[in-house]
């Protein structure tokens, strides 16, 4: 099935709560929220008592990225708060396996994310430790960019390796998504779309049902 991630990165931070009834109510099944530690990335974002203030309040699917070096010393912290599913990136973790292990030990999925320049054959080892690979489809660590082009072959590169491994692996992807490009990453093998701008700037609601129309018609088998 394909889903829908709405990121909370473009969001009314102020009115948090209320943005996220409108995605909710609007049918998004995920919410995607963006962590940034100034270091993996420049930008500072999120934190703990955020997604924990937000899980009390909705039941979706919270999809966490974390874009921090070293995840592993958060890992436990984000399954307590309320974190379904923790996507790590390949880039910042020393211990790569570990880090999947102990997010799964915490009954939680895993996810990795790659950079548009790390090489999506990186993953390959990876493919029976992870429920999710994030393609990020811009240079993580801000909303509102523009889809790189590159990224279309890529997803079809991750697609064709999880076919090939006979591998159950959700391809989610992130950065500078919409209405008009949406279709093109679902046909190259995306089955979760993360959207920012997309959904939140202008009518919310309107914007999700048009995202869930096309991420319908696009559906395989
Ligand atoms: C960027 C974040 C994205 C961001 C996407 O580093 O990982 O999740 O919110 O925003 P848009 O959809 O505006 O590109
Ligand atoms: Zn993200």
Redesign the pocket.
């Known amino acids: 099935m394909n889903i829908l991630s709405p ?1 909370i ?2 969001a009314d931070c102020a009115r948090l709560g209320e943005e996220i009834k409108l995605v909710e109510e609007a049918g998004a099944q995920y919410l ?1 929220i ?1 962590v ?1 530690d100034g270091m993996f ?1 420049p930008s500072l974002s999120f934190g703990l008592c955020v997604i924990s203030s937000l899980r009390k309040v909705t039941d979706m699917v919270f999809d966490v ?1 974390l ?1 921090v070096e070293e995840p592993i010393r958060y890992v436990a912290d984000f399954a307590k708060s309320g974190a379904d599913i923790i996507t790590v990136h390949l880039e910042a973790c020393s211990d790569v396996e570990e880090t999947l292990d102990w997010v799964h030990s915490l009954g939680r999925k895993a996810g990795i994310s790659l950079k548009p320049s790390t090489p999506i054959q990186a993953i390959e080892k990876y493919l029976d430790k992870i429920d999710l690979l994030l393609v ?1 489809t ?8 523009k889809y790189l082009p590159a990224s279309t072959a890529r997803i079809r590169e991750a697609r064709r390796l999880i076919q090939e491994k006979h591998a159950d692996v959700d391809i989610e992807v ?4 919409t209405r008009d490009n949406v279709n093109v990453v679902l046909e190259a093998g995306a089955n979760v779309i ?5 959904i939140f700037n202008g009518n919310r609601t309107d914007n999700v049902k048009a995202m869930l129309e096309t991420l319908k018609s696009c559906e395989k088998g």
């Open positions: 990121s990165l473009a995607h963006d940034m990335v990225h874009m990020m811009v240079e993580p660590g801000f909303g509102g960019q992130d950065g500078g998504i993360v959207a920012g701008s997309a």
